[in-house]
Nanobody
Framework: QVQLVESGGGLVQAGGSLRLSCAAF????????QGWYRQAPGKQRELVAR????????????VKGRFTISRDNTKSAVAKSTVHLQMNSLKPEDTAVYYC?????????WGQGTQVTVSS
């Protein structure tokens, strides 16, 4: 069983920063990609950023230059993979529930979501 555990959401003023983290636990043998999606009220879920098993990264146009996704290469005795999303220069339109997601051997897994609220 695979579990994604997110942390780091919260309330911040416009122009501020937050760092989200996602740790993957369980029977994971091959990760194709891991990243973040977000869903604002009344909108569809959209890709924010993802990192592949190599070093390739993809970002939504709306966050390029402000958000950075990275993989934590610190060896953990428990978590199989941890990624971070550094979010700078946050805007009110970044307000959403952010979901960690992982694609492994053709199956996509989701975290429970963490709320990010940016006040103007």
């Amino acid at each position: 069983q695979v579990q994604l555990v997110e942390s780091g959401g919260g309330l911040v003023q416009a122009g501020g920063s937050l760092r989200l983290s996602c740790a993957a636990f369980g029977s994971i043998f091959s990760i194709d990609d891991q990243g973040w999606y977000r869903q604002a009220p009344g909108k569809q879920r959209e890709l924010v950023a993802r990192i592949t098993s190599g070093v390739s990264t993809n970002y939504a146009d709306s966050v390029k230059g402000r958000f950075t996704i990275s993989r934590d290469n610190t060896k953990s005795a428990v978590a199989k993979s941890t990624v971070h999303l550094q979010m700078n220069s946050l805007k009110p339109e970044d307000t959403a529930v952010y979901y960690c997601s992982m694609l492994a051997r053709g199956a996509r897994y989701w975290g429970q979501g963490t709320q990010v609220t940016v006040s103007s």
